[in-house]
């Protein structure tokens, strides 16, 4: 199974570009997994961003709740985080994850880089 993360790239400050995050292979099915992103700065941990359950409950980190969007469509194996009012201290490498009880898949990443 892989997962691709999309949508990444310089943004401007208050910017809103959309992530995505698709999974493939012989187990690419996400309708029954959680799906999360996560993003990691410069010297910094890897951070939980936005989650969301198999059944659409969501969660988000307290420093993105009500500017970021997480979303999934099971059609297309895809989940999505819509980000808005970009500010510099969200630059990071945005790396989505799949996860069931005690197993999950991480993708590669996707940078995101807010300029001032």
């Known amino acids: 199974v892989q997962l691709q993360a999309s949508g990444g790239g310089l943004v401007q400050t208050g910017g809103s570009p959309t992530l995505s995050c698709t999974v493939s292979?012989?187990?690419?099915?996400?309708?029954?997994?959680?799906m999360g992103w996560y993003r990691q700065a410069p010297g910094k941990q890897r951070d939980l961003v936005a989650l969301?359950?198999?059944?659409?409950?969501?969660t988000y980190a307290d420093d993105v709740e009500g500017r970021f969007t997480i979303s999934r469509d099971n059609t297309k194996n895809t989940v999505y985080l819509q980000m808005n009012s970009l500010k510099p201290e969200d630059t990071a490498v945005y790396y989505c994850?799949?996860?069931?009880?005690?197993?999950?898949?991480w993708g590669r990443g996707t940078q995101v880089t807010v300029s001032s």
């Open positions: 994850r799949r996860s069931l009880l005690n197993s999950s898949v």
């Open positions: 292979g012989a187990s690419g099915s996400i309708f029954r997994f959680n």
């Open positions: 969301i359950q198999s059944s659409g409950a969501t």
